[in-house]
DNA sequence: CTGGATCCGTGATGATACTG
DNA sequence: CAGTATCATCACGGATCCAG
């Protein structure tokens, strides 16, 4: 497997902001939390929800939040397949940030 | 001169998330505009207000930042050369974005 | 002091075919 | 359906030199 391509830089050291942006400044990060909301969700709603991402960077996400506990994930040993995706407590509260940016891009772009 | 390196997506068409993405979703982008903040600060000032950061992002984002009216650029014809930036309106407007990633910094992260 | 310009490596991103 | 594997590409960003 492809290693995990978000570095976490030791130097971040104090600023929130820049902590923030460290987990969840990825390309796609914060859209995902977004679309996921508080809905249960499943793989192929998510990627239908996100036109233009690729596969593998849906799944490599989704990986990285759940391993950091923004999302947590439900598979079903069933076939076909079903896995269910959904927020944590710590995922639900980077909602108030897409929101904002929601609300920016709402507000104040043409 | 190195060709603009945020591209703007047709592609994204009504999601306001990713508006603004598209436009702050620059590794250094919001953290540039909190640090300017409601201040009217210089080159170097600003440089140093955000350790790590290399002189050509620095100036790269910034440039882009102009460009896309969320920094206003004040230079003084003086030796030594003396620049101020400060943000506009619009830039103003960003600011609860990086506030919430703050509040979301302090509040949940380790 | 405030930049501009170029070289260049690397990791992030993307397209596509494949698998259980 | 929900991923994996592979391969190609591109943006990010550091280093360095230069200029007004």
Redesign the interface.
């Known amino acids: 497997m492809e290693k995990s391509q978000k570095i976490i ?1 030791a ?2 050291e104090n ?7 460290n ?3 990825g ?1 796609w990060t ?2 995902i939390l ?1 679309q996921i909301n508080e809905r249960i969700i499943r793989y192929g709603e998510l990627k239908r929800a996100i ?2 991402i690729s596969e593998k960077m849906l799944i490599q996400e989704l990986n990285f939040l759940v391993e950091h506990k923004f999302v947590s994930k439900k598979a079903y040993p069933e076939i076909p397949p079903r896995v269910e995706y959904s927020l944590t407590k ?1 995922g639900l ?2 909602l ?14 043409t």
């Open positions: 830089f130097s971040d600023c929130p902001v820049r902590r923030s942006l987990l969840l400044g390309k914060l859209l977004f036109p233009g710590l509260k980077t108030p940030i897409a929101d904002t940016l929601a609300t920016f891009g709402l507000e104040s772009l």
